[in-house]
């Protein structure tokens, strides 16, 4: 048999298996049938594998999916409608980040009752501290799963003096992760070491490299709470740029406003 | 109220709506994925990133389009941005080994899920556009019309691609099986 005859011929009982011939093509399939052993064996492993198929039953998402995705939604939608209150949003990864510190402080604190060696107790404090910074760098290099990225930058918050390794990490995920949510976490775990110099200063630069805009209004949002006076030039030439959405517009002469 | 209607209306600024949307649509959508990556956990990530896809590009819905096959079209290109991303990894090893609990867990016979597990060992094995046309025609049923449309295609094109991937599924499936 041929390759072209052998396809001709699949092809006919995979029609034949679908009911999808009609009564000419039907005879000549069952006559061939009964005289070919080799059509009769590839019907039967072909109806062994549709039978594997059909009896394959749906896969289940985690409930989580939903959730996730409600948060999204809800995200977007306030996106639309009240831009300024965008950075305000994600409070859930402000409130795991306070109850994961809490936790790692009643670790600590009951850690330190029971071992008064100083000298074991900041080594122990240390080591922890860096399978917390190894935790977060892995998170934040997840490039399949946004959500364990965003718990990555979270992470951030229980670590109370970032050394310059997490801060680039948490800069590039701030300007060039995919997603906004990361980008937003990113920057929220930033502001809070905001009295660091060379944070500030990155904070300060990304105002003009950011191309997320929910992130750049969050920016504005930012540094204008925090006073940074050095900004408003950069804050005049975003409201006079043609390109740039109102909403980022309006935020920046607002921070204007606030800043002069 | 239709998919097509509630799309139009996303597309003017009811975004609430994208939530009936999923509703309807995540199941079909995750399981293409989960088929297409053989990851659940990733599946529900990209499915995640198709409705927000949705959201970002609504004004590229053309109104009067059939939203099934423009929802696809979404899907497959968020497979294929995620799948050019890891080509590397893709190349190197596909196997089931992310779905095997999925399946142990909905199956009820240990026979049931080998032969599942044998299944989709062989779909792993082909290109992924064989496998794509068999998860949508074979295991979300979709009709070959729907397909074209999804693949923007001939019908009769489609029909040629999935008999021969069905072919050339039968034959990984009982070489598996005799090395098994």
New interface residues.
């Given amino acids: 048999m041929s390759a072209m005859e052998k396809e001709k011929l699949e092809s006919l009982l995979i029609d034949y298996l679908d009911g999808a011939l009609d009564a000419v093509n039907c005879r000549i399939v069952e006559e061939e049938l009964s005289k070919n052993y080799r059509a009769k064996k590839i019907l039967e492993e072909l109806k062994e594998v549709m039978s594997a198929i059909n009896n394959t039953k749906a896969m289940q998402s985690s409930s989580s999916m939903q959730l996730k995705f409600e948060y999204s939604l809800a995200a977007e939608i306030l996106l639309q409608q009240k831009p300024k209150q965008v950075f305000m949003k994600p409070r859930i990864y402000r409130a795991a980040a306070a109850i994961g510190f809490v936790f790692m402080i009643f670790g600590i604190g009951y850690w330190v009752n029971k071992n008064q060696q100083q000298a074991l107790e900041l080594a122990n404090l240390k080591n922890e501290m860096e399978a917390t910074k190894k935790m977060l760098m892995t998170m934040l290099d997840n490039r399949q799963s946004a959500s364990q990225r965003v718990q990555g930058a979270t992470i951030a918050y229980t670590i109370s003096k970032p050394d310059n390794e997490v801060v680039n990490a948490l800069a590039k995920a701030m300007n060039e992760d995919p997603n906004t949510n990361v980008r937003l976490a990113a920057l929220e775990a930033l502001t809070k070491f905001y009295q660091e110099e060379h944070v500030r200063r990155i904070l300060i630069k990304s105002l003009s490299d950011q191309k997320d805009e929910v992130v750049q209004m969050a920016l504005i949002q930012v540094l204008v709470k925090m006073k940074e006076k050095g900004i408003i030039k950069e804050l005049e030439k975003i409201s006079r740029d043609t390109q740039v959405l109102k909403a980022v517009k309006d935020e920046a002469f607002t921070g204007i406003l606030k800043l002069s | 109220m239709t998919d097509e209607s509630i799309m139009e209306a996303v597309k003017h600024?009811n975004?609430?709506q994208?939530?009936v949307l999923?509703e309807r649509h995540?199941?079909?959508i995750?399981?293409f994925l989960?088929k297409m990556t053989m990851d659940?956990?990733?599946?529900?990530?990209l499915?995640?990133?198709v409705?927000?896809r949705l959201?970002k590009y609504r004004n590229s819905y053309q109104e009067g389009k059939r939203f099934q096959s423009w929802l696809y079209q979404v899907a497959r290109n968020v497979f294929s941005d995620?799948y050019q991303?890891?080509k590397n990894k893709y190349s190197k090893s596909m196997d089931v080994e992310k779905?095997k609990d999925?399946i142990e867990e909905?199956?009820e016979t240990l026979d049931?899920t080998e032969?599942?597990i044998?299944?989709h060992k062989?779909m792993a094995r082909l290109a992924n556009e064989d496998r794509e046309l068999?998860v949508l025609t074979?295991?979300e049923q979709m009709k070959y019309e729907e397909v074209a449309a999804i693949m923007e295609t001939t019908v009769a094109n489609i029909k040629?691609k999935v008999?021969?991937a069905?072919?050339k599924?039968?034959e990984h499936?009982?070489e598996l099986e005799k090395i098994n």
């Fill in positions: 600024g975004l609430q994208v939530s999923f995540h199941k079909p995750f399981n989960a659940r956990e990733l599946a529900e990530d499915t995640q990133n409705f927000l959201m995620h991303m890891n779905l999925s909905k199956n049931q032969r599942e044998l299944l062989s068999l074979r295991f040629v008999h021969r069905i072919a599924l039968r499936y009982f």
